[in-house]
């Protein structure tokens, strides 16, 4: 898949739509020049966030922060970690929407996970 260069201005767009979905904390990690790496805060629970721009369309990786040793919260190694999930979109509203949909559902799983 061939990346395009992310804009300052679609990241922002982004943080803004997170912000507005309940994503409490929105840190930059690591950034390239197509990719974005942040450290997201939900429901008390700490998730890496990989966003990057392909020619059709939008994707995310995410990964629970404690899956994954802080010496490799990178750009290219999180793409290569095989714990997370992928999430695909056409536009950076649907992607927001996606990725928070994500981020529950992963949070509803840890939470049931928990319980004796």
């Not at 898949?1 to 990241?11: E, I, P, Q, T, V």
């Not at 939008?58 to 999180?78: D, P, R, T």
Request: glycine content about 4%; aromatic content about 10%; charged content about 25%.
């Amino acid at each position: 898949m061939k990346m395009l260069n992310l804009k300052n201005s679609d990241f922002d767009a982004l943080k803004s739509l997170l912000s507005s979905l309940g994503i409490e904390k929105i840190y930059v990690v690591d950034r390239d020049p197509s990719r974005v790496l942040i450290l997201g805060i939900c429901s008390n629970h700490q998730f890496l966030i990989l966003v990057a721009k392909g020619e059709n369309s939008w994707y995310s990786k995410i990964v629970f922060a404690n899956e994954v040793l802080e010496l490799y919260w990178k750009c290219e190694y999180i793409t290569y970690v095989p714990e997370g999930l992928y999430v695909f979109a056409k536009d950076l509203n649907e992607l927001a929407n996606k990725i928070v949909n994500t981020l529950n559902k992963l949070v509803n799983l840890r939470t049931v996970k928990q319980r004796p």
